[in-house]
Nanobody, 128 residues
């Protein structure tokens, strides 16, 4: 079983940047699709960005396209989310997630139900 721990959240002004990290432990997740989701108060959890195990296939939501970049370092078991040009509507708790072997492939990576391991979340607040 893999455990995920996010870090890097905080408060930033609109237009600023943050980089989130997600460290995996327990077993390698180098063969897993991983993703970042977010959930704002009173709203459902929504997909942000996903990346295939090789890093060769990335999907991102329209709301973050061109601003957020996902990357992974399989040797270190870390995934990153670089967030630029942040907006107040980006305020949310951000979660990283890892899928089991063979799950969350392609566009299925955009669906939360296809992930079986989640971190505890890190809060991002963007002030106007």
């Amino acid at each position: 079983q893999v455990q995920l721990v996010e870090s890097g959240g905080g408060t930033v002004q609109a237009g600023g940047s943050l980089r989130l990290s997600c460290v995996a432990s327990g077993r390698t997740f180098s063969t897993s699709t991983v993703a970042w989701f977010r959930q704002a108060p009173g709203k459902e959890r929504e997909f942000g960005v996903s990346i295939s195990w090789s890093g060769g296939r990335i999907y991102d939501a329209d709301s973050v396209k061109g601003r957020f970049t996902i990357s992974r370092d399989n040797a270190k078991n870390i995934i990153y989310l670089q967030m630029n040009s942040l907006k107040p509507e980006d305020t949310a708790t951000y979660y990283c997630a890892a899928a089991g072997l063979g799950r969350a492939m392609g566009r299925a990576s955009m669906t939360a139900q296809n992930y079986d391991t989640w971190g505890q979340g890190t809060q991002v607040t963007v002030s106007s």
